[in-house]
C-alpha cells in the first residue's frame, strides 16, 4: 500500500469515528463500531491508532482544523475587528441551524474526560484556547493586550454560552442576545480608561 492509501484509510477512519463520536458520544462508541463503520480491517485500526484515546484526539485535531480553516476565510476579510467578532458569531449562529447539530464535539469530550493531563483534555483546552487566541489577536488590533485578553475571555464565555443554548433548542436568541452583548463590550473596552 502507498503512503497516500494509508494517509486515505487513516483519514477514512477519523471522518467516520466523527460522525458517530457526535451522535452517540465518546465512551458509548466501540471501537468494533467504528471498524464495522468505516468497514476497514482491525489491523488497520490498530496501525493508525493504537488506543481508543489516539483516534478520539485524532478526531478533534481533525474538527479543530475545520473549524479554524472555516474561521480563516472570516477574519482574513479586510473588515473592521468588530466585524470580525461579528463573522464568527454568526458562523456559529449558521452551525446552530445546522440539522446535523448536536452541541459542541469538544464540550463533549471534556464532559466524559476531566483529567487535564489526559490527551483529551489536553486537546479541547488546545482548541478552545485557540479559539480565545484568535479573538485576543483580533480584539489587540483596537485595544491594548491585556484589555482584549480580557474581552476575548468573555466574548469566548459568551459564545460557549451561546453554544449550550443552542443544544437545549434556543440557539437564536441565545446567540443574538450574545452577538449584541460581545458588541456593546467591544465598544465599552475601546473607550479611554
Known sequence: MTSSTLSDKRQHVVETAYALFKRAGFHATGIDRI?????????????????????????????????DDQLDKL????????????????????????????????AHALAEFGDPGHPVFEAVARQKNGLRQ?????????????????????????????TLMAQMGQGDTALREARKAALDIIAASRRPQ
Open 75 to 106: 477574519t482574513q476579510k479586510s473588515i473592521a475587528p468588530e466585524q470580525k467578532i461579528v463573522e464568527i458569531f454568526d458562523w456559529h449562529r449558521r452551525w446552530f441551524r445546522r440539522p446535523d447539530f448536536h452541541g459542541c464535539l469538544f
Open 134 to 162: 484568535r479573538m485576543r489577536s483580533i480584539l489587540s488590533e483596537v485595544m491594548p493586550r491585556g484589555r482584549a485578553e480580557n474581552v476575548a475571555a468573555t466574548l469566548f464565555m459568551l459564545i460557549e454560552g451561546a
Open 35 to 67: 471498524i464495522a463503520e468505516a468497514d476497514v480491517a482491525k489491523m488497520t485500526m490498530y496501525r493508525h491508532f493504537p488506543s481508543k484515546d489516539d483516534l478520539i484526539v485524532a478526531v478533534l485535531d481533525y474538527r479543530a482544523r475545520r473549524f
